[in-house]
């Protein structure tokens, strides 16, 4: 394992660089305690605040206004996801790492960060916060249609313009992107000092993500935000499915094609 120096004058400040071959997989019985649950009960409420405000942002109350205006509509729902999860990130860096996201919690698996039952544990965790969201979502009428609106609105469902495979791509691939940004964000090699900087360039980069991917599947990079509002609006069909296992595909490339490229 490398090391650096860092001399600050009358301190010098030894910093271990963490690599990939330097970390070693983990079934996790040594995290069978409190603080596991803890992070547990941080990634539910923080798939629960993403399915609520930013799939919630794409409601009926503000955007039967918009019309046809769908530069506004991709433009609104991009900015709403992008900072809402770079917020969420930030409130639960401290207690689980603010995955909120299946795939990214097998990326960090992939990658030697957690524990084989930390990652099983996270996905029970944000699935349970992403239909809680998601029920609450519909109790509060957001299933409801209108002459402007006549589809329920914030589901994931495939473009008419292509077809199952394409989406199934494009999902991936977008992902992969995200699990791009993430890893090199905390890729201690780059000596990133831990602050506020690291939610926002992943909020900034699934903000890039939604402009890019709501014209053709809605964007959803995430099996929780792909699946769960669907499932609880009726909308769910065998197109659901894609929504739920490309993104952990782009998680399986990313992590290599991070640590083959960029690491």
Not at 246 to 261: E, Q, R, S, Y
Request: proline letters at 3%; one cysteine or more; a negative charge.
């Amino acid at each position: 394992m490398p090391d650096t120096t860092v001399d600050t004058g009358d301190v010098k400040i030894e910093m271990t660089k963490c690599s990939y071959n330097s970390r070693s997989y983990s079934v996790g019985v040594e995290d069978l305690n409190l603080d596991l649950l803890r992070a547990a009960c941080a990634e539910l409420v923080g798939t629960f605040f993403l399915v609520l405000l930013c799939v919630g942002s794409a409601n009926t109350e503000s955007l039967q206004d918009m019309g046809d205006n769908r530069a506004g509509y991709f433009l609104s729902i991009s900015l709403a996801f992008g900072l809402g999860i770079g917020g969420i990130v930030h409130i639960c860096s401290s207690s689980s790492g603010g995955n909120v996201n299946p795939a990214v919690s097998l990326a960090l698996f992939l990658d030697k960060r957690i524990s084989l039952l930390k990652m099983i544990v996270y996905w029970v965790f944000q699935f349970a916060g992403g239909f809680a969201g998601a029920g609450l979502l519909w109790a509060l009428g957001y299933w409801k249609i209108s002459a402007e609106l006549p589809s329920i609105v914030g589901t994931n469902a495939v473009n008419s313009n292509i077809n199952n495979a394409e989406a199934f791509f494009l999902e991936a691939f977008g992902t992969m992107y995200l699990i791009l940004t993430i890893l090199s964000t905390i890729n201690e090699a780059r000596g990133h000092a831990p602050s506020y900087l690291q939610p926002f360039s992943i909020g900034i980069a699934i903000a890039v993500l939604h402009i890019f991917l709501i014209p053709y599947t809605n964007c959803a990079i995430n099996p929780v935000r792909g699946t769960v509002w669907n499932v609880v609006s009726g909308e769910a069909d065998e197109t659901t499915l894609i929504f739920l296992f490309a993104p952990m595909v782009g998680a399986i490339f990313g992590v290599p094609f991070h640590n083959l490229f960029f690491a």
